[in-house]
């Protein structure tokens, strides 16, 4: 069985940090490939940042050089940095993982079967 439990959403206004944590419980790690994902109001849920079972990373264009994913603890905890943050970064964000998704895939919802139930963050200007 896998559990996902994020943390660290919040409120904050434009040009602030903020870093989401998801502590992953799974019966295997190594194959793991784990993403970062967003639900903007009135929008579908989008990937914004993933890295795959062999650790190649990609990132959406909305978010490149703002955001950081990282993967720690053998992968039971994936974090998400996020710097300088707009209005646009609103919504409710989801750590998501799944066995053996390609980078090329990653950021793609379609393709992850384990979900967290989200955290809110809200920037305002």
């Known amino acids: 069985q896998v559990q996902l439990v994020e943390s660290g959403g919040g409120s904050v206004y434009s040009g602030g940090s903020l870093t989401l944590s998801c502590n992953v419980s799974?019966?295997?790690?190594?194959?793991?490939?784990s993403g970062w994902f967003r639900r903007a109001p009135g929008k579908e849920r989008e990937g914004v940042a993933g890295?795959?079972?062999?650790?190649?990373?990609k990132y959406s264009d909305s978010v490149k050089g703002r955001f950081t994913i990282s993967r720690e603890n053998g992968g039971k905890s994936l974090y998400l940095q996020m710097n300088d943050l707009t209005r646009e970064d609103t919504g409710v964000y989801y750590c998501?993982?799944?066995?053996?998704?390609?980078?090329?895939?990653?950021?793609?919802?379609?393709?992850?079967?384990?979900w967290g139930h989200g955290t809110q963050v809200t920037v305002s200007s």
């Open positions: 799974s019966y295997a790690y190594s194959t793991l490939s």
């Open positions: 998501a993982v799944e066995f053996w998704i390609r980078a090329e895939y990653i950021l793609q919802p379609s393709y992850f079967k384990h």
């Open positions: 890295i795959d079972f062999d650790g190649k990373i």
